[in-house]
């Protein structure tokens, strides 16, 4: 990632066709702290990681309500999540205002995706510095939606977001066939242990069980279920299923970070365009 | 129609030209109660919608729970009950959202009489109560008038039978007009208030052609909402 004369305006294409604002502001939700969101038949579940930033603060709320149906987890620039996640309330609400039912979380997400895009267009404007993991459900069943600073928005069976999160992404990869019919306690249970990978290593080396500076907010959406955040004691409760029930995740090593996962030694190839390893993964 | 409609000028008429008033109210009657005792409060509506002789339907609660510990009852345009509780939801829920709690009744209450008043000039033809339990547990009624004029008591009565129940009411529950040689009045229990408010209904469906059918009554308490149904006459 090195500055070039391409990359100081949002409307300036480079020779490559690249647009590296655009990009530059996806490296914003690298920087966020990990979260997970999966799915079965019946129910969406998003795990979060919280961090505080300091030891005098209390850590950010890393999961927003958005309506009965429907929530956020995000990753990167707190105040763009905050206006972000206002505007979807006010969709919901006035959706259900004017059809008396909630709004389709495909629709919904569409909906984002025009008015974040306006903003990767308009030489007054900068992108989003967020990204979102949406878990829904309506009435074509539960959804995760992963929304980037890109205003691409990607249907996801199971997917995670933030830093250190290809071990989170490695994990979900790996058991994707299990979740369909998992039953809702499996899966929050699995969201956990995606997490896992996530946590800062010597996080994970201590087996500390009331480490108190890493919080883990967990909600879950979806058939007969309004969108909840769970409380204190059932969080409680699904970590130690979690710790109970699966191996411990691998402890995720220094160059787990998706930036090396895809990009090249750069020393030996001399200056080149930047790759940054955007979240193209089909699902 | 109007006091200043052109039949009032004969000079002015044309023959041929027919001349179709349009008012955008109507009256689909009914009748409200609420009556509120030390830590709860009986909220009472019938059930008729009707337009003129006609009737809608029989089976219409003007009943709705904004949340947990408040009940509004909203009576006379049928379509501005509707606009102005889906107003109030909405509202509520965007509080919900910002400060993470439910509106207290009192917040509900003066929301409504703003929300009202802001139709000064095109009012919702509504004669609304509004009862819940207050912060301090207390049941708590309050009334309004179609400009959201906004009045707390103890126990209200609205609707096109509102004129015949409000005095039975101020008898009953607020003991006026009667000789009580000097004793206190006994508390209000919640089984006094749902009769009082049931045998007021009974009376208002004999005299009122608009109220009928049955009555649907919400007991609230901190505990929540409890509902009962009670069949009147249907004629």
Known sequence: MFRNQYDSDVTVWSPQGRLHQVEYAMEAVKLGTATVGLKNRDVAVLVALSKPSSELSASQRKIIPIDDHLGISIAGITADARVISRYLRSECLSYKHSYGSAYPVSRLITNLGNKMQTTTQRYDRRPYGVGLLVGGYDEKGPHIYQVTPSATF????????????????????????????????????????????????????????????????????????????????ETKKYLSMAKLKGTPAEPSRPDDDEASTSRPDQADSGPRDPEVAVATEEL | ??????????????????????????????????????????????????????????????????????VLASTGCWCDTLSLTGLMKVRMQSYEHTHLKTMTTDAVAQMLSITMYNRRFFPYYVSNILAGIDKDGKGVVFSYDPIGHCERATYRAGGTAGSLLQPVLDNQIGYKNMNLNGEEPPVLTKERAVAVASDTFISAAERDIYTGDSVLINIITADGIETKELQLRQD
Do not use: W
Request: glycine share 6%; aromatic share 8%.
């Open chain 1, 154 to 233: 990607y249907n996801c069976k199971a997917n995670s977001i933030g830093s250190r999160s290809q071990s989170a992404r490695t994990y979900l990869e790996r058991n994707l066939d299990k979740f369909l019919n998992s039953s809702n306690e499996q899966l929050i249970c699995d969201g956990i242990q995606a997490i896992h990978g996530s946590l800062p290593t010597d996080e994970l080396q201590s087996n500390n069980e009331d480490a108190p500076q890493l919080n883990i907010t967990i909600a879950i959406v979806g058939k007969d279920q309004p969108f909840k955040i769970l409380n204190e004691l």
């Open chain 2, 1 to 70: 129609m109007s006091s200043l409609g052109f039949e009032q000028f004969p000079d002015y008429q044309v023959p041929g030209v027919s001349h179709a008033d349009f008012s955008p109210y109507e009256s689909n009657g009914g009748s409200i109660v609420a009556i509120a005792g030390e830590d709860f409060v009986v909220i009472a509506a019938d059930t008729r919608l009707s337009s003129g002789y006609n009737i809608h339907t029989r089976t219409q609660s003007k009943l709705f729970p904004l949340s947990n510990k408040t």
